[in-house]
């Protein structure tokens, strides 16, 4: 276990609180799977039911956090493509070999569902 997880001073046990932590901190390019989301639903519902203000605030500080990265990551995904775009538009920018590796890159960012 991590010597850095948040520490809880009410019933939400330290395991669960550092599941919780590894989970926000997992990688961004994986997608959070239904089960992560349910595990995050169902902390956040049980420190309500048990009025654990603390432990409510942390959890929504660490998924509010999470959201803003994901947030983030959208807008330069949106803004990268925008780019692409238009720099393959331009028959004078790139040369061929370049074009090709844009075109590809810029593809690839319409077919991944990760940020969309």
């Known amino acids: 276990m991590r010597d850095n997880c948040i520490k809880y001073k009410r019933n939400i046990s330290r395991k669960l609180t550092?599941?919780?932590k590894s989970l926000c901190e997992a990688e961004i390019g994986s997608r959070i799977n239904a089960l992560k989301i349910y595990?995050?639903?169902l902390s956040l519902r049980n420190a309500i039911a048990k009025h654990?203000?603390?432990g409510i605030?942390?959890?929504l500080k660490i998924m509010d956090k999470k959201i803003r990265i994901?947030?983030?990551i959208k807008g330069l995904t949106y803004q990268l493509k925008n780019f692409l775009q238009y720099v393959i538009n331009d028959e004078g920018a790139i040369q061929n070999t370049e074009k090709q590796d844009l075109i590809s890159l810029y593809n690839w960012l319409n077919k991944s569902?990760?940020?969309?």
């Open 18 to 20: 550092c599941s919780i």
């Open 70 to 72: 994901i947030k983030s």
């Open 113 to 116: 569902t990760l940020f969309s």
């Open 39 to 41: 595990v995050l639903k």
């Open 52 to 54: 654990e203000i603390e």
């Open 57 to 59: 605030t942390n959890l």
